[in-house]
């Protein structure tokens, strides 16, 4: 059972992830709609609606070493049941980013290396490729062969190229990579 004493809250951080998220978070009045509508509920530590309840008895520290934070995948089913319209998942995202700001070390580290991978492909590449992504994930995860023989049978099928597209201005979007970073 987790106590709150007034040690463990932060007034303040309810209004930063409000700002940050763009959601009105006092809005929320616990329906649980959100968490029936996840299809991923079942792996989290703590339940949609029971961030947001966090959120406003200001539990930072509970939120930012949560799981929650690096599992939802933004499907968005959390607004669409939402009666007043508020996005979970938006806010997960800011909490994300606030944990990344902070120094916490994610509760998900794979998924963390993940979202790093991800972006530096995207902002070299200025698209996706799942090959030197995939590549990445393993060497950072420390599993170097995990997918190997799975992707020799997509490539040999035709459906996996091993050299990444370009985008025509590659340097605008590094420009507004770096942009991103200093904020």
């Given amino acids: 059972m987790n106590i709150i004493t007034p040690e463990k809250t932060d007034k303040q951080f309810l209004e930063k992830i409000e700002k940050e998220s763009g959601q009105n978070l006092t809005a929320c009045n616990q329906c649980g709609k959100c968490t029936a509508g996840c299809p991923i509920a079942g792996f989290f530590d703590i339940m949609p609606h029971e961030v ?39 806010v997960a995202d800011a909490l994300r980013r606030e944990a990344v700001k902070e120094g916490v070390k994610p509760a998900e580290p794979d998924v963390a290396t993940f979202h790093k991978n991800f972006m530096g492909v995207i902002t070299m590449n200025g698209r996706l490729h799942e090959v030197m992504l995939t590549a990445l994930q393993n060497v950072f995860t420390f599993k170097p062969f995990k997918d190997a023989m799975l992707g020799v049978g997509l490539f ?17 979007l590094k420009l507004i990579s770096g942009r991103l970073k200093k904020n």
């Fill in 52 to 90: 947001m309840r966090s959120l406003q008895w200001g539990l930072k520290d509970d939120l930012l070493n949560s799981h929650f934070i690096w599992l939802c995948v933004n499907c968005m089913a959390c607004r669409e049941r939402c009666p007043r319209e508020i996005s979970v998942s938006e």
């Fill in 156 to 172: 040999l099928k035709g459906r996996l190229k091993l050299l990444p597209g370009r985008i025509k201005d590659a340097g605008f």
